[in-house]
């Protein structure tokens, strides 16, 4: 794979990581706000899954994108 399109890869998983950073403590704080209905336990653990998966996706990302600039065994 070429460094140009590592590079868009890494891109591309840290761009799709942004709007779960949004979102995931909005949900987390929706839970926090209706504490006296039956869903506040589904809701918060969706939120925390989607706040971990945004973690990952801008780790990921990041660390393509790192290997996509100074990868030193270009061919």
Partial sequence: ???KELLFKGL????GAI???FLGPV?????FMN???NWHYLVLGIGIF?????VSFMFKGIKIIM?????????
């Avoid at 949900?27 to 839970?31: E, P, Q």
């Avoid at 989607?50 to 945004?54: E, G, K, L, S």
């Fill in 27 to 31: 949900i987390i704080h929706n839970a």
């Fill in 19 to 21: 709007p779960l950073m």
């Fill in 50 to 54: 989607i706040c971990i998966t945004a």
């Fill in 12 to 15: 591309k998983y840290a761009v």
């Fill in 1 to 3: 794979m070429d460094n």
């Fill in 67 to 75: 290997k996509s600039l100074f990868d030193e065994n270009k061919n």
């Fill in 35 to 37: 504490k006296h209905t």
